[in-house]
């Protein structure tokens, strides 16, 4: 079955870098983004907005595609089938790994994920344009048998820049306490008001989607 035995070796190391590289923990990002920033390697073409070039998921590819050939390269029998399935454990393993480890070992708020894609904030002014007023809809799961408290805030990159000063104001005057019920998938509501005069668009109401959160919780933070 196996054609070349020292092909395999490095066919299986590069798909285990990936597996570790492609893990999202502890922040919804791929654990690659903190080694290219410890590393003081750019992650995305704009980092401020975190859009453009994506270095590092490049790189994992890169590495992916490295270990699957030689893996297939390195196997007499069943070459096509073995490959699809390590593709498949190292592509989808590592978030089912840290979905487990949530259920099970992991403490506070690492229990806790976040749905960006279903989360949403409405800014609307009063009617004398005095208020600004902001109301955010976050969804989150909560995946162990134990609540679990909190601190948000609603993180200041965005891909489209005129969106940022609506979404840092939701962080004003303090951060907001959100408590998640065990095993449950919650939408929290968390509001805020700030003198319209703060903000000189003449925009009455905005809505933004899809943006990122950071959560605290004794000293640590996560971003999500």
Known sequence: MIRERSL????????LAVFILNIPFPNSTPLSHSVFSFLGLPIYGDE??????????????????????????????????LTILAAFIVISGPGHM???????????MYVVSYDAENSICTFERNKEETVLTGTCDLSFKNHSSKPVTFEVALDERSYFKEDTPFLLMMNKPRLHTVTLEPKTYQTVEITSSVKAADFPSKISMSEVNGFHVNIYQNGKKRYL
């Open 98 to 108: 840290v979905e487990a480890m949530q259920k099970t070992v992991l403490p506070g």
């Open 8 to 15: 395999l070796i490095k066919g299986l190391t590069f798909l």
């Open 48 to 81: 401020e907005t975190m859009t453009g070039i994506q270095y590092a998921s490049n790189a994992w590819g890169i590495i992916l595609l490295l270990g699957l050939f030689a893996l297939y390269k390195s196997l007499n029998r069943h070459r096509l089938k």
